[in-house]
Structure formats: structure tokens, C-alpha cells
């Protein structure tokens, strides 16, 4: 069974930074691409970043620059660092394989970012 546990979320003022995690059991996260997906209230679920196999990574526009994904394999770990974070950015994140898979999907962390 997948199971994909995201934490490190919070409030946070604008400005400011937070570091994501997600811990993966129960699949090959070494040969999977991983992503950080956010959904805001009242809109659909955004694909934010993105990492795979080989460490490639690549980033929605509205946070290049800012974000920053990585993973550790040995740790089963994928991570988001959040910087320079806007109000917009409020948000549940949730990690999940590329392409989701909905079985995968966890109860995300929250992340508020005050004006």
C-alpha cells in the first residue's frame, strides 16, 4: 500500500520561507518522478513542481525561482523549499507520483502565508 506523507506546512507572513517534506512507502520512489501539487480554496489542484528520476526538475511559472524541489533517495524523501512566499501561495500541498495517481493522494499540508 502507497502511502505519501506530507509535512512541514504553516503560517507564515509574506516574505517568509517553509521546507515541505514528503515521505513515500510502498513503491519504487527511486524510479518514480515525483511532484508538489497545490489546491487553494476554491480552485482545482495545480501541478507546481516536479522532479524525476534523474533529478530533473522543472516549475510552474508562478513559483520560479522562489520554489525548489529535491529529493533524497536513501530517505525515501521528497522536499519543497518555499522562499520569498506570497498570500497566493495559501494553499494544501500534497506530493504525488507524475503522473498522479489518485490512490496516492494524502492529506496534504497546509501552508498560509499572511499579508
Known amino acids: 500500500q502507497v502511502q505519501l506523507v506530507e509535512s512541514g506546512g504553516g503560517l507564515v507572513q509574506a516574505g517568509g520561507s517553509l521546507r515541505l517534506s514528503c515521505a513515500a512507502s510502498?513503491?519504487?520512489?527511486?524510479?518514480?518522478?515525483m511532484g508538489w501539487y497545490r489546491q487553494a480554496p476554491g480552485k482545482q489542484r495545480e501541478l507546481v513542481a516536479v522532479i524525476t528520476s534523474g533529478g530533473s526538475t522543472n516549475y510552474a511559472d508562478s513559483v520560479k525561482g522562489r520554489f525548489t524541489i529535491s529529493r533524497d533517495n536513501a530517505k525515501r524523501t521528497v522536499y519543497l523549499q518555499m522562499n520569498s512566499l506570497k498570500p497566493e501561495d495559501t494553499a494544501i500541498y500534497y506530493c504525488?507520483?507524475?503522473?498522479?495517481?489518485?490512490?496516492?493522494w494524502g492529506q496534504g499540508t497546509q501552508v498560509t502565508v499572511s499579508s
Open positions: 504525488n507520483v507524475i503522473p498522479s495517481r489518485f490512490p496516492y
Open positions: 510502498g513503491l519504487s520512489f527511486s524510479i518514480n518522478a
